[in-house]
T-cell receptor
Framework: GQNIDQPTEMTATEGAIVQINCTYQ??????LFWYQQHAGEAPTFLSY????GLEEKGRFSSFLSRSKGYSYLLLKELQMKDSASYLC????????????FGSGTRLLVRP | DGGITQSPKYLFRKEGQNVTLSCEQN?????MYWYRQDPGQGLRLIYY???????QKGDIAEGYSVSREKKESFPLTVTSAQKNPTAFYLC???????????FGPGTRLLVL
């Protein structure tokens, strides 16, 4: 089976850098996704990692280490609008249509 | 503009009533999905459909039913057998397996 763990809440300051971790226990997966979800809204796609390493996309970067069983999302130059929940999800090998989601990390950006 | 639409935004269900949530996409995606989100929890998969006229149960299918008669549409019925239906329901679609899933704006279902 799969188990995905993320911190429940994090707080950071506007302009700073924050790293949101995602650890997983799974027998194998195709890739790992990160989504952003503002309160009461739909999740929006941020990044997808298949290979180990860092994927950079503007202010957001995502890192994957399969051997260590973790991923992180790095947000730079934080803005107030980055206050949202960040969801980590894996695409399991035994059912490639499915996504298994973590509970999400609620990030609060303060002035 | 291409996208996924869900209606209604809010839905109220009375005891013993079946209600249907609409999901439409014009992205030409083959696969569609229904998720349920409860406060403080991750998304849980209810049903998914890989192609028209085919659908599979997800992790929490009991008390729900779906149909996929058209590529663009994947309605979800919450039946009276679902004893705890209050939640935020999200529809998503993708080109295929292992592809990014894109979400609609969601429907919040409340029980009267």
């Amino acid at each position: 089976g799969q188990n995905i763990d993320q911190p429940t809440e994090m707080t950071a300051t506007e302009g700073a850098i924050v790293q949101i971790n995602c650890t997983y226990q799974t027998s194998g997966f195709n890739g790992l996704f990160w989504y952003q979800q503002h309160a009461g809204e739909a999740p929006t796609f941020l990044s997808y990692n298949v290979l180990d390493g860092l994927e950079e996309k503007g202010r957001f970067s995502s890192f994957l280490s399969r051997s260590k069983g973790y991923s992180y999302l790095l947000l730079k130059e934080l803005q107030m609008k980055d206050s949202a929940s960040y969801l980590c999800a894996v695409s399991p090998l035994d059912s490639s249509y499915k996504l298994i989601f973590g509970s999400g990390t609620r990030l609060l950006v303060r002035p | 503009d291409g996208g996924i639409t869900q209606s209604p935004k809010y839905l109220f269900r009375k005891e013993g009533q079946n209600v249907t949530l609409s999901c439409e996409q014009n992205l030409n995606h083959d696969a569609m999905y229904w998720y349920r989100q409860d406060p403080g929890q991750g998304l849980r998969l209810i049903y998914y459909s890989q192609i028209v006229n085919d659908f599979q149960k997800g992790d929490i299918a009991e008390g729900y039913s779906v149909s996929r008669e058209k590529k663009e549409s994947f309605p979800l019925t919450v039946t009276s057998a679902q004893k705890n239906p209050t939640a935020f329901y999200l529809c998503a679609s993708s080109y295929g397996s292992q592809e990014t899933q894109y979400f609609g704006p969601g429907t919040r279902l409340l029980v009267l």
